[in-house]
């Protein structure tokens, strides 16, 4: 089943999880349901418009537990009988006691599925010794999408292994389609913002720490896997330079892990985040371009 996938390591469909935004301090109360569904059509609609070349598939909501206590569970759990359906239909946070006692929250949040306009294209970046730079810069979209912002031109006495590989020519192309050059992939591991928090922070992943692990792949003398989101399929001489992943053990390559705004849990603490007055932002962290 895995030869029968168009592309190597990459996927059809995407998501991104939107939770809920709270209406005060306490994380006593929620926006409903419709709103969270609005605030996920915004997050797509100005990912469009910022030229990241996806398309909307699907949105669903999804359960999500967590503890609640104080004026949270006293305000959100209910005697669970029929009456109360209605109310758990249209409410973004309903709670209910178990059998040891404990008040559990459900959190009502919207999965939203997207695809790329043309799936995801691996590239490889081949390197040589003496290169001193890959030759492009990477930046990041307030929706938490990495891109790359520059390329370098002027390098006919030494090319740069961004020419070499084909990336300068995705770069103008993508340009002249008025889109960004996406990147959804570092060797396998995607790099897609993946959550708008209660707050309406975007949990997405850090161009300096991504810049950083580019550089030991330079450093090493190793060549860098990506992944692109793209807008049309590639013809031409773009498919030719499409080449498989000859990735090195991982046990070779100095290990720099991911600096992320915030790590993944396998649970929502509602009652942690707080409320923010933007529907999206990034937190605390620049949005600067990183070249490597």
């Known amino acids: 089943m895995r030869d029968s996938l168009r592309m190597p390591n990459s996927s059809s469909y995407l998501s991104m999880l939107v939770l809920p935004k709270a209406l005060d301090l306490n994380s006593c109360r929620y926006e409903s349901f419709e709103d969270t569904l609005a605030r996920a059509n915004a997050w797509i609609y100005s990912s469009q418009v910022s030229g990241i070349p996806i398309e909307f598939m699907n949105v669903q909501s999804e359960a999500l537990l967590t503890k609640i206590s104080g004026e949270t569970a006293s305000a959100t759990v209910n005697s669970g009988s029929l009456s109360d359906l209605s109310n758990v239909t249209n409410a973004t946070l309903y709670g209910f006691e178990d059998y040891h006692g404990v ?3 459900v959190v009502k949040a919207a999965r939203l599925w997207y695809s790329s306009i043309a799936e995801e294209m691996p590239l490889e970046i081949p390197l040589e010794e003496g290169d001193t730079r890959l030759g492009f810069a990477i930046s990041r979209t307030e929706e938490g999408f990495i891109f790359i912002s520059s390329v370098v031109d002027n ?3 030494n090319e740069a292994p961004s020419t070499r590989s084909g990336l300068r020519d995705l770069f103008n192309q993508a340009r002249e389609a008025s889109k960004l050059l996406v990147i959804s992939r570092v060797s396998n591991e995607k790099v897609l ?3 708008i928090s209660s707050s309406g922070a975007i949990r997405c992943f850090d161009t300096i720490s991504l810049s950083q692990k580019l550089s030991l792949h330079r450093l ?7 992944h692109l989101l793209m807008w049309e399929k590639p013809s031409g001489p773009v498919e030719r330079i499409i080449r498989s992943p000859k990735l090195p053990p991982q046990s070779e390559l100095p290990q720099v892990p991911w600096n992320l705004i915030e790590s993944i849990e396998p649970r929502v603490d ?4 707080y409320v923010g007055d933007l529907s999206f932002r990034i937190d605390d962290l620049s949005v600067g371009t990183s070249w490597v």
């Open 270 to 273: 509602v009652d942690e985040d």
């Open 103 to 105: 008040d559990i929250g």
């Open 193 to 195: 913002p993946w959550m």
């Open 220 to 226: 090493a003398v190793r060549p860098i896997q990506l």
């Open 155 to 157: 390098d006919k006495d």
